[in-house]
């Protein structure tokens, strides 16, 4: 079974501009999480999608936005970029159990953003 | 707001030697602790812990949580270079008919050294 595939893996935007990351999740997972990782803040939970619908948001600014595909496959995107959004956007895969429970979120390699 | 503070930050032991990892929480309704180990990038899954008292053990990693206390623990015994990573705690909250979302605090460093 593939896990979980991010992209791009590295890119470089300046101040301003806009950038759309891609997760394709484990086959048979219906729920995306995302979460930025900084070395100050460590992890830190974006938002989650499960069946096309955003189920959770974390205390990001508007400026982060997501949605998710039929095929379970996410998308994140950060508009009007700032030195501050540069850091590794990871996106996790789950099946959750039910009674809404995350379950165990399976990782991928992430996409490393550098805003200059 | 729910936190996940781990101690220490860092830490540097022999081949060998025995290490535990600390992790303290608050959390409104508290569902799940989890522990990740994080080498290079992709976080990978260790443990789910819910119950108090009961140890979780894989190997050489045991870990166990005490929800009276508001904290876990982490030991890994007769530790190996391989060890080597960012060990993450992070809670679950429960709210009933909802999804959830897991606070990671920052993590723990190990270096393990021949």
């Known amino acids: 079974k593939a896990g979980v595939t991010q992209t791009p893996r590295y890119l470089i935007k300046t101040r301003g501009q806009q950038v759309t990351l891609s997760c394709s999740p484990i086959s ?16 830190q939970f974006l938002f989650e999608y499960f069946s096309e619908t955003q189920r959770n948001k974390g ?31 990871l996106c996790a895969s789950s099946d959750p159990p039910s009674g809404g429970a995350t379950g165990e979120l399976f990782f991928g390699e992430g996409s490393r953003l550098t805003v200059l | ?7 220490p930050l860092s830490l540097v ?4 030697d025995t290490v535990t990892l600390n992790c ?24 789910m812990l819910t119950s108090s008292g009961i140890e979780k053990k894989s190997g050489r990693l045991s870990s166990i949580l005490d929800k009276k206390e508001l904290f ?24 009933t008919g909802t999804a959830s979302k897991l ?9 393990v050294t021949l």
């Open chain 2, 1 to 7: 707001e729910d936190k996940v503070v781990q101690s």
């Open chain 1, 59 to 89: 205390n990001f600014p508007g400026r982060f936005s997501g949605r998710q595909f039929s095929n379970s496959r996410s998308e994140m995107n950060v508009s009007t970029l700032e030195l501050g959004d540069s850091a590794l956007y």
């Open chain 1, 28 to 43: 048979g997972h219906r729920s995306v999480s995302w979460y930025q990782q900084t070395p100050g803040q460590g992890l």
């Open chain 2, 24 to 47: 303290s929480y608050e959390v409104t309704n508290f569902r799940s602790l989890l522990w990740y180990k994080q080498e290079k990038k992709a976080p990978t899954f260790l443990f």
């Open chain 2, 103 to 111: 606070t990671f605090g920052t993590g723990t460093r190990l270096q």
């Open chain 2, 13 to 16: 032991v022999h081949e060998g």
């Open chain 2, 72 to 95: 876990s623990i982490l030991n890994i015994t007769a530790t190996q270079t391989g060890d080597s990573a960012i060990y993450l705690c992070a809670v679950e909250p429960g709210n």
